[in-house]
């Protein structure tokens, strides 16, 4: 995603001398479901790839630490086979490859080619690119077998699809992963929009400024999606990054007599 920092500003006083937020009667009615993505995902794959130099340099340190937080959250074993589904410039690649080990594998895929440039260069930097296959590919047309992964980490990606792709997305990542398979996910998350000036700011901003939802990525019900899919949820944990930006990290599992 894009960062976004805005200032909530009105001109007026309410009665009681506060500034009342201009955003918050439409925040009200917009946050019942997730805002319509107005463009479709090859675009916004075009997007990435121009800028997957300057993401990673950027938005992409910003994001690192929540990410690193949530790799604990999955705990990967040794021998374990994971996938990095929109791995963009793959800043946790190397900690996915240290906690497999030898014996495990990665997978990194993203449909932007340059994202997956700064992937592979970064894995080289930190000796561990012979350890990870980089695959282009699309999230809604995953190019694995059926059960083929023990555990799947989603950072950042879920939220840049429209509600059909995604409903594609999610039935494509329990496909994927072998019964009793762990799926990881951060994401913005649609709940936390009515307290989170951020969040506001944000989806104000996505609607309002021309070009802004290019980014894709919203907040969404990423939980309600899982569930719809079939995966069991075990924990959901909350986090904050610089400049108030909330995300949500849960962790899902395919049940164990999954197909």
Partial sequence: MIMVTARVWSPRRTAGGERPNPLAAEVRVVTRRA??????????????????GAYARTVA???????????????????????????????????????VGAAGSVVALDAAPGMLAEARAHCRRHGVAPRVSFVRGDMRRLPLPAASLDAVFAADVLELFGRADLETVRAE?????????????VTMDMHDVP????LQAY??????????????????????????????IETVERDSRPGGWPVVTILARKPASGD
């Fill in 61 to 99: 340190r910003v994001e690192a630490p929540s990410k690193r937080r949530a790799l604990s959250v999955l705990d990967l074993q040794a021998g374990e086979r994971v996938l990095s589904a929109g791995c963009g410039p793959g800043l946790t690649l190397p900690h996915l490859a240290a906690r």
């Fill in 203 to 232: 989806e104000w901003a996505y609607q309002r400024i021309p070009g802004f939802a290019l980014v894709g990525c919203r907040p969404i019900d990423a939980r309600g999606h899982l569930e719809a899919a079939g995966f069991e």
């Fill in 35 to 52: 805002l319509r993505v107005p463009v479709d995902n090859e675009r916004i794959q075009s997007v990435y790839d121009r800028i997957a």
């Fill in 195 to 198: 307290e989170s000036p951020f």
């Fill in 173 to 185: 990542l329990f496909r994927v992963l072998a019964p009793g398979g762990r799926l990881c996910v």
